[in-house]
């Protein structure tokens, strides 16, 4: 199956702003959700590839606010435009992104993120000279979230002065 990411909307059946019920249904169309220990929604399919919902608080709370979808190990295809974000080398795609969005290295670990849209790739290390490390090599991880999601207090006390709100 092939998914395509659509920030700041969605990617596949789920969209950011759905209920939790909503994006239930949603998953249910791909498979059996995984059963967790605190309820969250978390697919797995045969392919490896994985989809975890995340939920807002405040303003957007009840609704999905970011969209996690983890790389698989065969079949499945996950692209952002042109790009399959886990069927390339972690650095051919940040250049490929690079002609459509601003993508900048994370401060904090070895992934990237493209704030505006909210678009962030992870990976737990970086090994760009061993595509047999692939853990390393590729991303393991694209997140879509709602603009402001990772916002400071400060950030988004701005974001709600300049009258745009946390929403979808």
Do not use: C
Not at 90 to 118: M, Q, S
Not at 120 to 146: I, N, T, Y
């Amino acid at each position: 199956m092939e998914f395509v990411l659509d920030p700041p909307h969605g990617v596949g059946p789920l969209s950011l702003g759905m209920t939790f019920d909503e994006a239930r249904g949603a998953l249910e169309t791909l498979g059996r959700l995984t059963p967790t220990t605190h309820g969250e929604l978390f697919l797995h399919l045969p392919s490896g590839l994985s989809f975890s919902v995340g939920f807002g608080v405040g303003p957007t709370r009840g609704r999905v606010n970011a969209i996690e979808v983890w790389r698989p190990h065969e079949q499945d295809v996950v692209r952002y435009r042109d790009v399959d974000v886990f069927g390339l080398p972690a650095l051919k795609v940040v250049e490929r992104l690079r002609h459509h969005v601003d993508i900048v290295p994370n401060e904090d670990d070895d992934g990237f993120t493209a704030r505006r849209l909210y678009l962030a790739l992870w990976r737990p290390f970086a090994e760009d000279d061993d595509p047999d490390e692939e853990q390393g090599h590729f991303f393991q991880s694209v997140l879509l979230a709602r603009p402001g999601y990772d916002d400071t207090p400060a950030e988004a006390a701005a974001r709600l002065a300049a009258g745009h709100e946390p929403g979808y």
